[in-house]
């Protein structure tokens, strides 16, 4: 018996006590003197108050020290008691015999089975003692011996017996209980030690969506006292960040599949900061009784400055490769200007062969010029201006005019969106990189094809799916679309993709190509949910 458990029990002991002594002591006064023969007021009187003393002291009194020790001679000290009560009510014909099993439950409780059966065994002694010592021997302090009767006898024994088999059975089930109560305990305590523990924010819900769990890591996260979020609903808290009813939609349909979800949390204090949201459906046994959701909350702080130091890191990489392809491009044009100026300057040049120079002066100029234009747009990204907007109606944009700059009858469009489809994104790079890739699949098609564009949202993701007919992209090359200045194209700079690349990793987004020779190309943009 650990401390904590004694304190505990032994206050219910002695608690019990009081309540004993203070039902019995007005009791064994209002008794008719037939239900109580040879009754002793001043022993019933002295017993029960030595009980209520005892308690008394021990209730009110400093903690006990050795609460195992105490719980011993509290039980002895009632042995003694219930028999010195059992004695001055009639002794074998008294009421107050059940007083024995009481005291033989409450030592199972608070000394194990060993101990009520040595209480057991103690009372099953006096008891019998007590009953032979009235009628046999003249020990008796109460009434003049009496003559035994049988019936005394098998009450006698069947009190006995019946004192031995409660401290069994009821030994054996406080056993049970401490064992399933440090079970329990061990269990609570390894379970507060990992929920609390745990880096990951964790939040339980029941059906009706009111918060029963939060540990640490959501308090820090969000920002918000554990004591102030247990008990309210989650829109109180968190109002619109997710659509809880589709979640539970979704958990219902794949119900062995998490629904991840990114978000802006705004924390008090007008701060915010971006989370990533996991919901599993909680259910209970192997029923499969449906609990609520657990959410699992996640900073993305640290991730996402990671990831813009790693973008970092990818530009000033791709800046080097840059340098090398972007002399090479300027080089030829450079080459071309210095022989026509050579030649302009010469005062030998006829008019003809003058303007048709200038004219590649005109041409190499522009060349240079929108090499540097294109250069600076893809290493001087401007900020994000994220808004929530309707993504199809760019995407439409597009599409008309590509359907007006290709010859009639040789490009056929698809669209598979639906008219509306809103997501927070920056829309004028959103436009920028759904041009790219639209011209760069119309231009896959120079004798015509079919280009097919697809949007939806997918897990929780917004993908824009971008096809074409073409000739497709080799093998080797597939490795290498996305680099600046790589380009198959004779006239094409090879920023397009690179620029498209950029755009959705400054999105927290991704771009997937899948391409054969032949068979034509295919590229998905796909964009976080961020919610606002």
């Known amino acids: 018996m650990t401390s904590v458990d004694g304190h505990r029990l032994l206050r219910g002991v002695f608690w019990a006590r009081l309540a004993v002594a203070a039902l019995l002591l007005p009791l064994g006064i209002l008794l008719p003197e037939?239900?109580?023969?040879?009754?002793?007021?001043?022993v019933l009187a002295l017993a029960l108050l030595t009980v209520a003393a005892s308690s008394g002291a021990l209730l009110f009194g400093p903690p006990l020290a050795r609460p195992r020790r105490i719980a011993w001679l509290?039980?002895?000290?009632?042995?003694?008691?219930?028999?010195?009560v059992v004695a001055a009510t009639g002794g074998a014909r008294s009421i107050f015999t059940f007083l024995y099993v009481m005291l033989v439950t409450a030592s199972c409780v608070t000394l194990s089975r060993t101990g009520g059966l040595t209480i057991a065994a103690a009372a099953s002694a006096l008891y019998t003692g007590l009953v032979f010592g009235r009628t046999v021997l003249p020990l008796t302090l109460f009434e003049a011996p009496q003559e035994t009767t049988a019936l005394e006898i098998i009450t006698m024994f069947a009190n006995a017996g019946t004192f031995l088999v409660v401290a069994i059975v009821a030994g054996g089930l406080a056993e049970r209980f401490q064992i399933q109560?440090?079970?329990l305990r061990d269990l609570r305590a390894i379970k507060d030690l990992v929920f609390e523990s745990v880096g990951t924010g964790l939040i339980a819900l029941d059906r009706s969506h009111t918060i029963t769990t939060f540990n640490r890591a959501a308090t820090t996260i969000t920002g918000v006292p554990a004591a102030a979020a247990l008990g309210r609903p989650w829109h109180a808290l968190f109002g619109d960040l997710v659509s809880l009813p589709a979640i539970e939609a979704d958990l219902a349909t794949e119900p062995?599949?998490?629904?991840?979800?990114?978000a802006v949390l705004p924390r008090p204090g007008d701060s915010s900061v971006p989370v990533r949201l996991t919901f599993w459906a909680l259910k209970a046994g192997d029923e499969g009784v449906?609990?609520?959701?657990?959410?699992?909350?996640?900073?993305?702080?640290?991730?996402?400055a990671m990831e813009e130091r790693l973008r970092q890191a990818d530009r000033l990489a791709a800046l080097g490769r840059m340098s090398a392809n972007i002399a090479h491009e300027i080089r030829n044009p450079l080459a071309s200007l210095t022989g026509a100026i050579e030649v302009l300057v010469s005062s030998g040049a006829a008019g003809e062969v003058r303007e048709r120079l200038a004219q590649i002066v005109l041409k190499e100029?522009?060349?240079?010029?929108?090499?540097?234009?294109?250069?600076?747009?893809?290493?001087?990204p401007a900020p994000l201006v994220r808004a929530r907007v309707n993504v199809v109606e760019p995407i439409d944009e597009v599409l008309v005019l590509l359907?007006?700059?290709a010859a009639?009858?040789?490009?056929?469009?698809a669209r598979e969106f639906p008219p509306s489809l809103e997501w927070v994104v920056d829309v004028q790079q959103f436009r920028q990189t759904v041009w790219n890739l639209c011209l760069n699949a119309v231009e896959a098609m120079p004798d015509g094809g079919e280009l097919r564009v697809t949007a939806g949202v997918v897990g929780g993701r917004l993908e824009v799916r971008v096809g074409d007919t073409g000739e497709g992209i080799a093998r080797e090359d597939l490795g290498h679309v996305f680099e600046p200045f790589f380009s198959t194209k004779l006239d094409g700079s090879g920023l397009g993709l690179a620029l498209v690349q950029r755009i959705m990793q400054e999105h927290g987004g991704e771009v997937h190509v899948e391409s054969a020779p032949g068979a034509g190309s295919a590229f998905t943009l796909r964009f976080p949910t961020i919610r606002g």
Not at 365 to 374: D, K, N, T, V
């Open 365 to 380: 100029s522009g060349r240079l010029s929108e090499i540097l234009r294109a250069f600076l747009e893809y290493a001087r």
């Open 403 to 405: 359907e007006h700059r």
């Open 408 to 413: 009639a009858g040789t490009l056929k469009i």
């Open 290 to 304: 449906q609990l609520g959701v657990i959410c699992a909350c996640e900073d993305l702080t640290a991730v996402r």
């Open 256 to 262: 062995d599949n998490p629904s991840r979800h990114e």
């Open 181 to 183: 109560s440090r079970t």
């Open 74 to 84: 509290i039980a002895l000290l009632d042995v003694a008691l219930v028999t010195g």
């Open 34 to 42: 037939g239900m109580t023969p040879g009754i002793n007021h001043s």
